[in-house]
């Protein structure tokens, strides 16, 4: 049986990573992910996502905080990178702490992957209680940041009715790059999540897709919000990456206990899957891609493409 660090291996292969790309998720792997696979007690889970372009790659990892911050000292010295990088590795444990958490996720993304200029990152992501005010200052100061917090505390009404989540409203996590933007002191991105469930499957739709609009991105369709609705999701998950500019990308994240309707949520934005590259791909990931455990929106400066998240087993 393969490893699930092999499975991410063997997916990098097939969407066809660059050299660099490859290296660097190499590292990761290597100093991270198979590292926490041995003491399998402090591993809270791991999962693998892919857009359906079949240009972008995350695999993460979440384990205890401890854990967290002297894996990710690994790799930032195996990949030898500058002293302002390993400050910024220090901040996980300043956020640990100011959030009370036990739960840091550790990511690599590639992107951009088959391009003239493919990309890789490393972060991190601290889940835990985090107040407003805190957030304010952990992410860049813009005025996407105001919109973020006014469209997450204001009421908004769903078919008439006013409706809320389920518990109060506030960031679930705080993250951002560890690898730092050409020539700056400063990371590339932080990042904002939340998590929450909602009464109705209209409310967790509707709430997700509401930050493309508070923050200035591409409308979700009709027909979009139509297949959205009958994957029946029954969480909605966000992250939001901002740099000094302001927002730079959006990931909205359905989970859904159903089969989840990829296929529909494409084509009702016009996005043409090569559904046998697709299968191909997506099958190292220990399924077709329409038995994913989560769907993605992700919206940045080029548009809006779908992603799937597969959960991987970590083990010895």
């Given at each position: 049986q393969r490893s699930s660090a092999d499975i991410i291996r063997q997916t990098a292969q097939e969407l066809h990573a660059s050299a660099l790309q490859k290296e660097l998720l190499e590292a990761w792997l290597a100093c991270v992910f198979e590292v926490a696979a041995m003491d399998y007690s402090t591993v809270l889970g791991a999962a693998l996502t892919i857009t359906a372009d079949m240009t972008s790659l995350r695999a993460s990892v979440a384990t205890a905080s401890a854990s967290a911050i002297r894996l990710t000292r690994a790799v930032l010295q195996q990949c030898g990178v500058p002293s302002p990088a390993q400050i910024e590795a220090e901040k996980i444990l300043d956020l640990t702490q100011q959030c009370r958490s036990h739960k840091v996720e550790l990511w690599c993304d590639l992107t951009e992957i088959g391009s003239s200029t493919?990309?890789?990152?490393?972060?991190?992501?601290?889940?835990?209680?985090?107040a407003w005010s805190l957030a304010d200052v952990w992410m860049p100061q813009s005025a996407d940041q105001d919109a973020v917090r006014d469209y997450c505390l204001e009421d908004r009404r769903?078919?008439?009715?006013?409706?809320?989540?389920?518990?109060?409203?506030?960031?679930?996590?705080?993250?951002?790059?560890?690898?730092?933007?050409?020539?700056?002191?400063?990371?590339?991105?932080?990042?904002?999540?939340?998590?929450?469930?909602?009464d109705s499957v209209e409310s967790g739709v509707s709430f997700g897709l509401g930050f493309f609009k508070a923050l200035g991105f591409e409308q979700p369709t009709d027909a979009l919000v139509k297949a959205l609705h009958e994957s029946q999701p029954s969480r909605t998950a966000v992250r939001i990456v901002m740099g000094d500019d302001g927002a730079s990308e959006i990931e909205v994240g359905f989970s859904s206990t159903t089969k989840l309707a990829l296929k529909n949520?494409?084509?009702?934005?016009?996005?043409?899957?090569?559904?046998?590259?697709?299968?191909?791909?997506?099958?190292?990931?220990?399924?077709?891609y329409e038995s994913a455990a989560v769907l993605q929106l992700v919206a940045n400066a080029t548009g809006i493409v779908p992603a799937v998240?597969?959960?991987l087993m970590v083990a010895k």
């Open positions: 493919p990309k890789a990152d490393l972060g991190y992501s601290v889940r835990g209680r985090i769903v078919g008439g009715a006013t409706v809320a989540p389920q518990r109060e409203l506030a960031p679930s996590a705080l993250g951002g790059s560890l690898l730092l933007g050409g020539g700056s002191s400063r990371p590339r991105r932080r990042s904002l999540d939340f998590e929450t469930t909602f949520v494409s084509q009702a934005f016009g996005f043409r899957i090569n559904e046998e590259a697709l299968n191909r791909v997506w099958s190292v990931a220990g399924g077709g998240g597969f959960r």
